[in-house]
């Protein structure tokens, strides 16, 4: 009689680490790349993974950097005992507790509606937005939780756009809430250089929260059901005086807002050149260090949100309260 094979989730990866003593920085970095990649403490220096191959290589990578650092780390492939242990592992990874933090903070907003600007709700409501992005990338065995948090999330970013950005169609214009534009999939090509990368963070933080993005490759023929950006022949493209970026606040009435609208000169500048904007060389800086530093596309886009996140943040004016001095 053949043997039963064990089920998908009896499967974990096992560190077994031996941190370096003498250099405090290497070793907080380590625990800090394991706390990262979602592993539970089993003990002092050992931890735990579901067994996938993205924890692996992540883990064999740690192998090979404690090498280098006077450290060690033994990874051993193991299955739970039986179903009761396979339970109580599992357990170490319930993400329910920080979804439902979520959750209440993100209802939280809700008060503030009629109360505070729009786009002051909808700035805190991105760093939730990443929260929950961060929170998912670990939740290895999708948490029942996660489907709600997912809901309040969107629920609560649809009626700030609405406040944002009141559905009243201009000629020429497309809108916010068109049905068209809605959990679409938006297609660009490589290289994703900074006109690509600030128009998709655009579309999946003001547009299409729910957007899925393809990156093609130049000869890649855009498929049919996807939104092109970014490339000749494409649905937003470069204009005779705009870039991709500042088209797509033209044409989903975006342009009124004072800090898409500096950001956008900032991408036509690194694109195209012309009126000179200070920040440019900082912002192209970080993209090129998170294009030597990824190893994906997706990884690279990634990092360029975080990158112009925080240059909407450094733009963005909160009514009433006076600007931070820069001395």
Known sequence: MAKESPPPDSKWLVCVA??????????????????????????????????????????????EHMSRINGTAHILQATNFDAEQGRAFRSLFDRGKKYEELIKAVNGLRAGFGISEPSAIARVLNKQRREFEAISALDFFDSPVKKQAAEVLRDTESEVRKKMFPDTPKSGRLTQTGRFYFKRLWASRKPLLADRLASAWLIRRFIDPEASLLWMEKTQQCPSTAVGFGFEGATFFNSKDKVTFQELLAKFSLDNNETLTRIGALVHYLDTGGSPVAEAAGVETLIEGARRRCNSDEELFAESEKTFDLLYEAYFDVPGKDPVPRY
């Open 18 to 63: 031996s941190l370096p003593m003498d250099d405090p920085a290497a070793r907080m970095r380590v625990l800090r790349t394991l706390e990262s990649m979602g592993c539970a403490v089993l003990r002092e220096g050992v931890y735990l993974l579901p067994d996938n191959p993205v924890n692996r290589q992540g883990l064999l990578r740690l192998s």
